[in-house]
């Protein structure tokens, strides 16, 4: 058990990765707190894995989210994972959407960290250790995709923010990293598939910038997801961790 005894909350856990890394953790024996907007998603997690129990919760909220942090036990892990791609290139971003991008992506994670961080001193005085992992992407300051000026901008400041929290607490135990996929197969990733204007050739450019020859699946990320929530990465801290099926060789 990778996990054991340790507590972790998970945002945007409703689906896809967050909801696959929500059941990994558990799996590991972690007790996780899993959180997103969409309480219907949310609600067959407790059903597909002991150890999980569910919170509603937009991360945009701050009220919401620093009530939540008040109610729950000081964690040891903390997974801000909610975030949402913008298509179309810097003359298409809108100031609404530019701001919104900024909002979920990367603001949350400050609000969630600001909020949750507290408790994770305290537990790290206890143990010695705990984690912060942040959702980024390939698309950010790693490297550039049609279609995603927004989407990259946002999660390039992900990967800053990452670095100035672990700089900040790295003498107390915190380690902070991002983790940055490729192209994974979830249900935002069908819809944004599902709207181009061609879907049939929108699903083979997805998968033709893949060099492995497809996408990935959700369980490609949940392995690199419980090592830097586990005292496994105990050394690794202010990293932003590529797991891209090789579109960065
Ligand atoms: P998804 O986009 O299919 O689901 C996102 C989840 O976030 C949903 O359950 C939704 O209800 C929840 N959510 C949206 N707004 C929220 C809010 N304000 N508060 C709380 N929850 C909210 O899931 P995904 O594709 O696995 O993406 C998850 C994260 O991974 C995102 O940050 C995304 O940018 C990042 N990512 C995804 C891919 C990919 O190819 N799918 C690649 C790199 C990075």
């Given at each position: 058990?990778?996990?054991?005894?340790?507590?972790?909350?998970?945002?945007?856990?409703?689906?896809g990765?967050?909801?696959?890394s929500?059941?990994?953790?558990?799996?590991?024996?972690?007790?996780?707190?899993?959180?997103?907007?969409?309480?219907?998603t949310?609600?067959?997690?407790?059903?597909?894995?002991?150890?999980?129990?569910?919170?509603?919760?937009?991360?945009?909220?701050?009220?919401?989210?620093?009530?939540?942090?008040?109610?729950?036990?000081?964690?040891?892990?903390?997974?801000n994972?909610?975030?949402f791609?913008?298509?179309g290139?810097?003359?298409?971003?809108?100031?609404?959407?530019w701001?919104?991008?900024?909002?979920?992506?990367?603001?949350?994670?400050?609000?969630?960290?600001q909020?949750?961080?507290?408790?994770?001193?305290?537990?790290?005085?206890?143990t010695?250790?705990?984690?912060?992992?942040n959702?980024?992407?390939m698309?950010?300051?790693?490297?550039?995709?049609p279609?995603?000026?927004?989407?990259?901008?946002?999660?390039?400041?992900?990967?800053?923010?990452?670095?100035?929290?672990?700089?900040?607490?790295v003498k107390?135990?915190?380690?902070c990293?991002?983790?940055?996929?490729?192209?994974?197969?979830?249900?935002?990733?069908?819809?944004?598939?599902a709207?181009?204007?061609?879907?049939?050739?929108?699903?083979?450019?997805?998968?033709?910038?893949?060099?492995?020859?497809?996408?990935?699946?959700v369980?490609?990320?949940?392995?690199?997801?419980?090592?830097?929530?586990?005292?496994?990465?105990?050394?690794?801290?202010?990293?932003?961790?590529?797991v891209?099926?090789g579109?960065?060789?």
């Open positions: 058990m990778r996990l054991k005894d340790k507590t972790i909350l998970v945002t945007a856990a409703g689906q990765i967050g909801h696959a929500a059941i990994a953790c558990a799996r590991e024996g972690a007790k996780v707190y899993a959180a997103d907007i969409n309480e219907e949310l609600s067959t997690l407790p059903g597909e894995c002991p150890g999980i129990e569910i919170h509603k919760l937009d991360v945009c909220d701050r009220a919401a989210v620093d009530a939540l942090a008040k109610k729950l036990p000081a964690l040891d892990g903390l997974f994972c909610a975030g791609v913008h298509n290139s810097v003359l298409d971003i809108t100031e609404d959407d701001a919104f991008s900024f909002e979920l992506n990367v603001t949350s994670m400050y609000r969630m960290t909020a949750f961080l507290p408790g994770m001193r305290e537990r790290a005085k206890v010695g250790t705990a984690s912060i992992l959702m980024s992407s698309a950010s300051s790693i490297k550039g995709f279609m995603r000026t927004a989407y990259g901008a946002t999660k390039a400041a992900v990967i800053g923010l990452t670095k100035g929290v672990a700089a900040d607490f107390e135990g915190i380690r990293n991002a983790l940055c996929p490729g192209t994974v197969d979830t249900p935002s990733l069908r819809g944004r598939i709207s181009a204007p061609d879907p049939v050739e929108a699903e083979k450019n997805f998968i033709a910038r893949q060099p492995m020859g497809r996408l990935a699946t369980d490609d990320m949940t392995p690199m997801i419980v090592y830097l929530l586990s005292d496994e990465s105990r050394f690794v801290s202010g990293q932003a961790l590529l891209d099926g579109v960065t060789i």
